[in-house]
């Protein structure tokens, strides 16, 4: 006689012959586990004995004898713990056995259940089974990716020597100039960032750093203010899509670092732009062109409220009305080609263009901390025995009521750009930035970088002046170049690496917006500068570095635009910086 049995009584069948003989091989395992545990307890109580019998005479048992014994005795503890773990482990695996199987039993069930009822109603979703919910589980996983988190400490120690103002000399008021005492200060940078992923095609970056709110060139903290808590704001914010459809195509939106290749003559490296950049890149195998890049990149850096301007008359002027509520904004593209002739030598090109839309409602004026500082001159009338005096001081402002775009103004940190008798720019700001890159490898200790950068500002207009009788007095701009030459030799990869490096820049005073430059030297235009560099690594994390910048005014005190008088003081300003970096 043959039993037939349907399709799902046959599975269940199965699945109870395999869970009873899961459960009858671990009914014998245990059983097993108990003859060897008497078997075990046997052994220990004949050995305890012979031990005791053998110890009666004491003086006549050899220690050796004794000590063997017990080194028996031990080494049964041992072996016998290790088949307990044995044990307890295939226990273990069997009762896990048994609830996946239980599982997928109760899986056939409802599938079962489902198949039945389909004659006589719409079918209903089935309950997903373990293996269906695990490779839910892991799907996620691989969607969400690994987060890295990473940063680093800086800590600086910072003296400046040589420096000077440009006021009317104390001991010669005909002359410019007075020495000021040296300054130094204690200062450090802290960064924490995190990277991520969203699939293949989407990445997000946060990072937090230092430094104050309304310093957009420097994440440094100075050691100050009574021990008071430090800023520790939004440095970067982004998310990157990378379609698989289009190979090399990266679009990006949010703060981040400048996308286009530069030198700190330009963008200082502190600097984090806002807005939107696209960059498609193309390799190339079996060439000495290994790739081109193209970027172009859209930056918003001051949105202000609409504006209402009214004519004497009391009519509305629409053309000041949108003058004052325009926005400022960066624009540009970059052209970029890397090629190696050799493993041991590559040459990167690069032409770009960047574009300040608005700058000529700028106005600049000094900025510390969170407050403008305005100046104001006021004279103090004699008073009997006291004499009349002359008060320079200066008001504080709170930047937000009048940088921010709710107060309609274009206010910007200090400049040394030229500006006109209304105190707005003179000049334009479009920029045409040409960059080589030169990397000699011959030496693996000591690998050389060459780095050349000339910058032309094609936006440079002539200066308003007072002339006599009060009449507009134009003078000829021609102050629209820069150049930035770099040496380094060395590298700071392994421990006991060494680096060397000297830059030398001329940055003419309209040949960049200053407000975003190189904020380690003097000033940021009008300038002739020398930077010394060396590094030492006492680990791959940890970094020593010493460098010594030297600025000159090459124009005197008061620029090209302005006669300085014969005898005013322009000495050159030495700062030195030793730090001490740590990556995590």
Same mark, same amino acid.
């Given at each position: ?89 295939? /226990?273990?695996? =069997?009762?896990?056995?048994?609830? $996946?199987?239980? &599982?997928?039993?109760?899986? #056939? *069930?409802?599938?079962? @259940? ?82 991520? /992923?969203?699939? =293949?095609?989407?990445?997000?970056? $946060?990072?937090? &750093?230092?430094?104050?709110? #309304? *310093?957009?060139?420097? @994440? ?365």
């Amino acid at each position: 006689m043959r039993l037939k049995l349907s399709p799902v009584n046959k599975r269940r069948f199965s699945i109870s012959l395999v869970c009873f003989s899961l459960l009858a091989i671990g009914a014998v395992d245990a059983r097993a586990q108990e003859v060897e545990k008497r078997d075990y307890a046997k052994r220990f109580e004949v050995a305890v004995d012979s031990s005791k019998k053998t110890a009666e005479p004491a003086a006549a048992v050899k220690p050796e004898t004794t000590e063997t014994k017990i080194s028996a005795l031990e080494q049964m503890l041992v072996e016998q713990s290790q088949r307990l773990d044995r044990l307890q482990q295939t /226990s273990s695996e =069997q009762q896990e056995t048994i609830r $996946l199987l239980a &599982a997928k039993l109760n899986g #056939a *069930d409802a599938s079962a @259940t489902a198949t039945v009822q389909t004659s006589a109603a719409p079918q209903t979703a089935k309950s997903p089974t373990v293996d269906e919910r695990l490779k839910n589980v892991e799907a996620r996983v691989s969607e969400i990716g690994a987060i890295k988190i990473s940063g680093d400490i800086r800590l600086r120690s910072e003296s400046f020597f040589g420096l000077s103002n440009s006021l009317a000399n104390g001991d010669n008021p005909a002359v410019f100039g007075n020495d000021l005492s040296p300054r130094h200060r204690m200062r450090f940078r802290a960064r924490l960032q995190m990277r991520g /992923s969203i699939g =293949q095609e989407f990445d997000w970056g $946060l990072r937090f &750093a230092t430094g104050s709110f #309304a *310093d957009s060139i420097s @994440t440094n903290q100075t050691m100050t203010d009574f021990f008071n808590r430090k800023p520790f704001g939004v440095d970067q914010a982004f998310i990157t899509y990378k379609p698989h459809s289009v190979s090399g195509l990266k679009l990006q939106g949010g703060r981040f670092e400048p996308p286009w290749t530069f030198t700190e003559m330009t963008i200082d490296n502190d600097l984090m732009v806002e807005g939107f950049n696209q960059s498609y890149s193309r390799g190339f195998k079996k060439s000495k062109l290994k790739d081109v890049t193209f970027v172009a990149w859209e930056l918003p850096f001051l949105e202000r409220n609409s504006a209402f301007v009214r004519n004497a008359n009391g009519t509305v002027n629409i053309d000041q009305s949108r003058r004052g509520g325009r926005d400022l904004a960066l624009f540009g593209a970059q052209a970029r080609a890397r090629f190696e002739p050799n493993a041991k030598v590559a040459l990167n090109l690069s032409v770009a263009d960047l574009f300040y839309s608005g700058t000529q409602f700028i106005t600049p004026v000094q900025v510390f901390g969170s407050q403008l500082q305005l100046p104001l001159t006021f004279t103090i009338p004699a008073n009997g025995t006291t004499p009349a005096q002359t008060i320079t001081t200066q008001v504080s402002i709170p930047r937000e009521l009048l940088a921010a775009g709710n107060g309609n103004l274009g206010l910007t940190n200090a400049s040394t750009n030229a500006t006109n008798r209304d105190g707005h720019l003179s000049s334009g700001f479009n920029l045409v930035d040409l960059l080589a890159r030169l990397d000699l490898k011959q030496s693996k200790r000591f690998p050389v970088a060459i780095l050349l950068d000339f910058v032309t500002n094609t936006q440079t207009h002539a200066v308003v002046t007072a002339g006599p009788g009060g009449a507009d007095l134009l003078l000829p701009n021609h102050e629209n170049h820069g150049f930035w030459g770099e040496v380094q030799v060395g590298k700071t990869k392994d421990r006991g690496d060494i680096q060397f490096g000297y830059t030398f820049l001329r940055i003419e005073k309209d040949a960049v917006l200053t407000p975003f430059n190189f904020s380690d030297v003097t000033q940021q235009s009008d300038m002739r500068g020398h930077r010394l560099q060396f590094s030492y690594a006492a680990d791959p994390r940890v970094t020593f570095t010493v460098t010594g910048i030297v600025t000159e005014r090459p124009n005197g005190l008061l620029g090209p635009f302005a006669a300085t008088p014969s005898g005013s003081l322009n000495r050159a300003t030495t700062r030195l910086q030793f730090d001490t970096v740590l990556k995590f």
